[in-house]
């Protein structure tokens, strides 16, 4: 009786480490798997980059047993040098930077605007008016067909070096400036102010201004017609409203812009838009623009 007991307790510690046996083979990278089968594996490089090695991943087919070899050393960023650039009232700046042509990395920090500089109420930066300059005075209007709004249709005997526009007249609001209303006109106003009231500018409206230095589109306004700007001879800076979705003919031709920034809106820039510019540099033209026609640049 003793003796059954005796091999049946032999029998029983035997069956243990095998199935230890099994278990730990699937956690190396033997042959034999946890399920007892023989690892097959797949190989996937996965390629170095700037900060990391490379190497190739053997995966099994059937279990997770994996492991890794055939490391390549990281590649280092491939840096390529920014100059500074000097922040101003309407322009973000920045100190020399470097970043890398073959991932995201970069030492770019950028520098806030300053602030407007106002004497007289205009910027002597940028020359945009003071949004707390009183409105221009003795302009002219014409009550619009819906009877409702008015437009700014002339100079009348407004004077000074800005032209402020108001957003009310004798209790209407303000919502367009009319179609040649002051092209060549010899009133030198080197700054302009369009309030967001305005949602239209007529074809020809400042054409021919040779005193005006700048331009701030409101996002109120969602097309510059035809030869807005055209031969506003001094004009150097243009900033234009989110909402802008239509550059017009020629509305910029013969100014003195050094470099434009269309926004992601726009989405057809016209013939001569920018033509004659003989100190433009730079334009940026969003993906979304689906046509530039004839010769826009």
């Known amino acids: 009786m003793k003796k059954k007991t005796f091999i049946g307790f032999l029998t029983a510690t035997a069956v243990v480490p095998c199935a230890l046996c099994f278990t730990a083979c699937g956690n190396g990278s033997g042959n034999e798997g946890d399920k007892g089968h023989t690892h097959e594996y797949t190989q996937t ?3 170095p ?20 070899d055939g490391y390549v050393n990281a590649l280092n960023h491939d840096l390529q040098h920014h100059a500074a650039q000097t922040a101003t ?32 109420y205009i910027c002597t930066s940028c020359y945009c008016v003071d949004p707390s300059a009183p409105d221009s005075e003795g302009l002219e209007f014409a009550l619009n067909d819906d009877g409702e709004s008015y437009k700014l249709s002339g100079k009348g005997t407004a004077s000074g070096d800005y032209l402020t526009i108001p957003a009310e007249y004798d209790g209407k609001p303000v919502t367009a400036v009319g179609e040649d209303a002051f092209e060549y006109e010899r009133w030198n106003f080197i700054a302009l102010y369009i309030p967001d ?26 097309e510059i017609k035809a030869d807005t700007f055209e031969d506003c001879s001094s004009l150097n800076y243009v900033s234009l409203g989110n909402n802008l979705t239509e550059i017009g003919q020629a509305a910029f031709l ?4 050094e470099n434009v920034i269309i926004p992601e809106t726009v989405k057809v820039v016209d013939f001569l838009a920018f033509s004659g510019c003989e100190n433009l540099m730079s334009v940026k033209i969003p993906a979304g623009v689906t046509r530039i026609g004839g010769e826009p640049l």
């Open 45 to 47: 490089v996965v390629a």
């Open 89 to 120: 009232c309407i322009n973000f700046g920045w100190n020399e930077y470097d970043t890398c042509s073959r991932c995201g990395y970069t030492t770019y920090e950028e520098i806030s605007k300053l602030n407007h500089t106002y004497s007289n």
């Open 254 to 257: 013969g100014t003195a812009l």
């Open 49 to 68: 980059t700037c900060t990391e090695r490379g190497y190739t991943l053997h995966k099994c087919n059937d279990c997770d047993d994996s492991y890794k």
């Open 197 to 222: 009231s305005i949602i239209e500018i007529g074809e020809y409206a400042f054409c021919g201004n040779a005193s005006l230095k700048s331009v701030f589109i409101p996002d109120s306004v969602t």
